[in-house]
C-alpha cells in the first residue's frame, strides 16, 4: 500500500504565510485607506471651518464698514447743512453790509446841489429818485456814476424841469444802476455833511 508523503512541507508553510502575509497587507490597506479618507475629511472640515471663521470675519468687518459709512453720510449732511447755514449767514451779513457800503460810497458821488428824494434796492438792483438846482450838476453825478468801479449798467431814465421848490427852480430825475462792489475808503468831513444832506433830502 503506497501512501504520498510530503517531503517538502516548508513549501506548504511558506504558502500559508503568504496567505496570511496577503491577507495582512488587503487589511492594512483598508485600514490605511481608511485612515486617509477619514484625514482627508477631517482636513476638509478644518478648511471649511477656516474659511467659514474667515467669511464671519469678513461679515463683521463688512458690517462695521456699513456702519462707519452711514456715520460718515450723517456726517457729510451735517457738514452740508452747516455750509448752508454759513452761506446764508454769509448772504445775510453782505446783504446788511451792502446798505452801509451803498450809503459810505454816494456822498463822494453825489455833488452838492443835489438832492436824492427816493432810493430803492432790489438785490443789487438800484432806482433812485431826486431834484438838482442845474443840469450841470446832474451831469457830473452821472459821470461820477458811470467812472465809478461799484456801479455799472447807469441809465438816466428821466430828467423833468420846472419843479418849483422854496422859491427856487430845481430839475427832477430818475436814474437806476446796478451796485456791484463794495465801497470801504474812509470818508472825508465834506462827504460826511453831503451823507447828511442826503439823508435829510431824504426824509421829505
Known amino acids: 500500500?503506497?501512501?504520498d508523503i510530503n517531503l517538502l512541507p516548508w513549501r506548504e508553510e511558506k504558502r500559508q504565510q503568504y496567505k496570511q502575509r496577503f491577507?495582512?497587507?488587503?487589511?492594512?490597506?483598508?485600514?490605511?485607506?481608511?485612515?486617509?479618507?477619514?484625514?482627508?475629511?477631517?482636513?476638509?472640515?478644518?478648511?471649511?471651518n477656516e474659511q467659514r471663521q474667515r467669511n464671519q470675519q469678513l461679515q463683521t468687518y463688512l458690517s462695521e464698514l456699513?456702519?462707519?459709512?452711514?456715520n460718515m453720510k450723517e456726517i457729510e449732511a451735517k457738514h452740508r447743512s452747516i455750509l448752508t447755514r454759513l452761506r446764508l449767514v454769509e448772504s445775510l451779513q453782505n446783504e446788511r453790509n451792502k446798505t452801509t457800503d451803498f450809503m459810505?460810497?454816494?456822498p463822494a458821488l453825489v455833488p452838492e446841489g443835489v438832492y436824492i428824494d427816493k432810493i430803492k434796492?432790489?438785490?443789487?438792483?438800484?432806482?433812485?429818485?431826486?431834484?438838482?438846482?442845474?443840469?450841470?450838476?446832474?451831469?457830473t453825478m452821472l459821470d461820477n456814476f458811470e467812472n465809478s468801479k461799484w456801479l455799472t449798467?447807469?441809465?438816466?431814465?428821466?430828467?423833468?424841469?420846472?419843479?418849483?421848490?422854496?422859491?427856487?427852480?430845481?430839475?427832477?430825475f430818475k436814474l437806476s444802476f446796478r451796485f456791484d462792489g463794495s465801497a470801504t475808503?474812509?470818508?472825508?468831513?465834506?462827504?460826511?455833511?453831503?451823507?447828511?444832506?442826503?439823508?435829510?433830502?431824504g426824509s421829505h
Open 23 to 48: 491577507y495582512v497587507m488587503v487589511v492594512a490597506g483598508m485600514v490605511l485607506a481608511f485612515l486617509l479618507q477619514w484625514a482627508g475629511s477631517a482636513y476638509l472640515d478644518y478648511l471649511k
Open 121 to 139: 434796492m432790489s438785490g443789487r438792483e438800484v432806482e433812485m429818485a431826486g431834484m438838482s438846482d442845474s443840469t450841470a450838476r446832474l451831469a
Open 66 to 70: 456699513d456702519k462707519q459709512l452711514l
Open 104 to 106: 459810505n460810497l454816494m
Open 153 to 172: 449798467e447807469v441809465e438816466m431814465h428821466s430828467i423833468i424841469s420846472g419843479k418849483v421848490l422854496f422859491g427856487k427852480k430845481f430839475q427832477s
Open 185 to 201: 475808503a474812509p470818508l472825508t468831513t465834506e462827504q460826511i455833511t453831503s451823507a447828511q444832506v442826503l439823508t435829510q433830502g
Open 1 to 3: 500500500m503506497l501512501h
